[in-house]
């Protein structure tokens, strides 16, 4: 399993949808989603780095 770095500042973002567009909205669960299935099907040595540039 990889290991997905960001995904808590993806679900942090996500939990203040009143704040955010729907479209955006939308946008941050595909990022989830992906991240999770790209996690559960990559070796665990693997990162997946949601937003790489703040990291």
């Known amino acids: 399993m990889g290991i997905f770095m960001g995904k808590e500042q993806l679900l ?7 704040r955010i567009s729907r ?7 595909g990022e989830i989603n992906v991240g999770e ?12 780095i949601s937003h790489p540039a703040n990291w």
């Not at 942090?12 to 009143?18: A, G, I, M, P, Y």
């Not at 299935?37 to 997946?48: E, F, G, K």
């Open 12 to 18: 942090d973002r996500k939990s203040n949808l009143q």
């Open 23 to 29: 479209n955006e909205a939308k946008g941050l669960e």
């Open 37 to 48: 299935l790209l996690a559960a099907h990559l070796p665990y040595d693997t990162y997946i």
